[in-house]
């Protein structure tokens, strides 16, 4: 039986990222920052490397390119400040707020930004992304967690980040207006089903990336963009004979 009073690893050389996508440029309180400061003290506490970036803080373009400065905008800290961080780093956790019940115009912007740099590949010619981990935290008080949560990890997937088990977590309280999570008695610091998932997920991502890094992240065979466009298949037959 598993030893359930250590971990089963060591994580000191893992590297992470937390992006606050709240609409609130610092020094505002963020209820956001202080669910995902629960989960950067537990990486922490494991000696992760954490970097923890509110992107509001910083004039980021919009757009869908790798640097937005190529294509009319006069400033773009998004390819000398933001991606440097997120290319280094093992694991990705993107937290933000609902608003109408889904993701804030922040997190959307910088899921587009990450798409920007989907079709750069890394080392072993695999799409960027391949080896990194990705997870999701959520507050606000209304209804919205798990549709926000879903849309941010399938778009992480999509470009090649691996998804844990349970990688998302959030708090909204009781629908409607009302306290957000750092109010007082608000009840959400205490609440124990987001701190179980809030738990549960971040050491789903520090086992995952563990894993992929022991690994080598994932295998090239069968993912090789530039192969596929030389013409191997990888097995895929284009004309099967059906019997």
């Known amino acids: 039986m598993t030893d359930q009073r250590h971990p089963p690893a060591t994580y000191d050389d893992l590297r992470a990222v937390f992006i606050n996508c709240t609409l609130k440029r610092s020094p505002d309180l963020s209820h956001t920052q202080g669910l995902m400061d629960r989960s950067i003290a537990l990486m922490r506490a494991q000696g992760v490397s954490v970097e923890n970036v509110r992107l509001v803080d910083h004039a980021v373009a919009t757009g869908v390119y790798p640097d937005m400065r190529e294509h009319g905008w006069e400033v773009d800290e998004w390819p000398d400040v933001i991606w440097p961080k997120i290319d280094a780093a093992d694991i990705l956790v993107i937290g933000g707020p609902l608003w109408l019940g889904d993701n804030a115009s922040v997190t959307r912007q910088l899921i587009e930004r990450l798409y920007a740099m989907s079709g750069m590949f890394n080392a072993k010619g695999q799409y960027i992304y391949y080896g990194k981990v990705g997870g999701a935290l ?46 007082p008695g608000s009840g959400g610091p205490e609440n124990d089903f987001t701190n179980r998932n809030t738990t549960f997920m971040t050491w789903n991502l520090l086992h995952t990336a563990r894993m992929l890094k022991d690994a080598g992240g994932v295998p090239a065979y069968g993912n090789l963009r530039e192969a596929w466009n030389d013409g191997e298949r990888f097995g895929f037959d284009e004309n099967p004979e059906y019997r």
Request: charged share 15%; glycine share 16%; hydrophobic share 40%.
């Open 138 to 183: 959520i507050t606000g008080n209304e209804d919205g967690v798990k549709h926000a949560a879903m849309s941010i990890l399938y778009s992480l997937q999509h470009i090649g980040f691996t998804i844990p088990p349970a990688a998302d977590a959030g708090w909204i309280g009781e629908v409607g207006p009302g306290p957000s999570y750092l109010d």
